[in-house]
DNA sequence: ACCCTTTATTTGTCCGACAAGCGAACATAT
DNA sequence: ATATGTTCGCTTGTCGGACAAATAAAGGGT
């Protein structure tokens, strides 16, 4: 017959209606007429223009709103909304979770992406932004006592500096890589053995950037990066001799579940 | 008090059923009960199991499947699958399409991802990857005339660079920018103007990897990248010349539309 | 001028039903 | 006995209706 091999290509599916709402509310919104911050017509109604049901419509858009698109209040209505929120991270964050991604190779994402960022943002911050760098940096400063404080207070540093880039792709992509970063968060936390030392490196990042020296914040953020890379490592060591030793030969066992058999009628 | 910012964080609002249920997965797939390829539970069961209606267990269900983390197929069943599908561009993809992500700003991130793709996979591309790059570019070369075809080669070209940098979150990130370039691939479609210079340039950077040169391959990427940029900005000068002459200022009124008022009962 | 209640609208959830698709078991024919 | 067509149960896709919860605007009372 046709083909031995599986055919990866897709099957010649039928087109769902999902994908068919899908594709309806992008042509509304490339002709212009929904745009940022509108408001969609209720699902009743929507779902009479489009010619289905409530219910089918109801589970497309559900997905536009797992992809941060459209955001759904109860007895407001449903809006187009910018895809910068923080669910973009969903992504990278389920790909951690599948193991799919490791996470010293997230580092080394880190190191192609920040150290350019800090460039950016040395060349292009504006005096907001720089002062909002300084408010996380002196939240920092007050936080040695308190680790989860002194983290958010270290994100939004990160994250200033991502929009200080003036680009939006690039924030974007930033946004995603600490949503996934946070999912490990409460592994790395403890490994700050010393709030001070990572504050001077901060701020010393910080200093740079406002300083415009491109070239000095690119080279921080490298080092601090590679810093942070060394305790990681270190602690993934660890851990990787203790469940060696630790290792339970039962709980591995990858049971693959087929598909039941039917019941046979007597 | 507390602070007098506006706090940006969420507002106590109830959690919904589909995040409940996506909570549920996330955890059913944490502590090792579903894996890659294992198959759900049936709907009405998975419903019963939570203890929620088939109706709002489906709308989570078509998040998770817009999200690319699971696939159902009628009759069959549903299935965990790998979320490094093609769909994971989806998020960029419609950015650019709400315009809020500027296409020279994506030729700015290529530039700081793009060179350090290829240095990585210099050093770590196996025999198989430098193979599949071979006949990538020797795709391209025999379709100097068929523009499209010639696309499709290239971009499987860059696809299997990224693969072969062995690091999966830069995969990933590459993967969903590819996605989004390719939405305006038309636009820079006929911006080569010249496909056997533009081969050249690729067969040079494939020739560095090949021969494991680091940073040959990393200087050659990015004056790939800066060539192609100048193209893209000699074009989008053009455009914006003829859009200048012929505007129209009575389509640029952002209108808003606001909630309508109710209408008053007699 | 301020506060409370009412009311229409909108989204969230649930239920029941049927169609379409798939795979395994069964029945039949060669 | 092998091969082929059919039946059957299960699963997802779609539909329609119904009610609850939340929201904002209008209206009324103080």
């Known amino acids: 017959m046709a083909t031995a091999h599986p055919l990866p290509g897709e099957s010649v599916k039928r087109e769902t209606v ?20 509108s408001r969609l017509p209720s699902e009743p109604k929507l779902a009479a223009m489009l010619g289905v049901s409530r219910s089918s419509l109801r589970e497309a858009l559900k997905g536009l709103m797992f992809l941060g698109l459209i955001k759904a209040r109860p007895g407001y209505g449903t809006y187009i909304q910018s895809s910068l929120g ?5 992504h990278f964050q389920w790909m951690l979770l599948l193991q799919e991604v490791k996470y010293l190779e997230l580092y080394e994402l880190r190191k192609i992406l920040e150290p350019n960022v800090a460039a950016l943002a040395a060349r292009r911050a504006t005096k ?27 994100m939004s540093l990160h994250e200033e500096l991502a929009q200080a880039s003036k680009n939006v792709a690039v924030e974007a992509m930033l946004r995603m890589m600490y949503g996934a970063l946070a999912e490990g ?8 053995e ?19 020296d491109a070239k000095g914040a690119h080279k921080a953020v490298l080092e601090d990066l590679k810093y942070a890379e060394t305790l990681l490592r270190q602690d993934l060591e660890i ?4 469940r060696t030793k630790l290792t339970k030969p039962e709980l591995t066992s990858p049971v693959e579940k087929k598909r039941p058999a039917r019941i046979t009628k007597p």
Do not use: C
């Open 18 to 37: 999902m994908e068919t709402i899908s594709r309806r509310i992008e042509g509304l919104i490339r002709s212009g007429e929904l745009r940022v911050g």
């Open 86 to 90: 923080r669910a973009v991270g969903k």
């Open 128 to 154: 907001e932004d720089i002062a909002r760098m300084d408010a996380a940096i002196r939240g920092m400063k007050a936080s040695f006592d308190r680790p989860e404080q002194y983290m958010a207070f270290e």
């Open 185 to 192: 968060r409460r592994r790395t936390l403890y490994l700050i």
């Open 194 to 212: 010393n709030f001070e030392s990572n504050f001077r490196r901060h701020q010393r990042i910080f200093r740079l950037v406002s300083r415009r």
């Open 239 to 242: 851990r990787d001799n203790l």
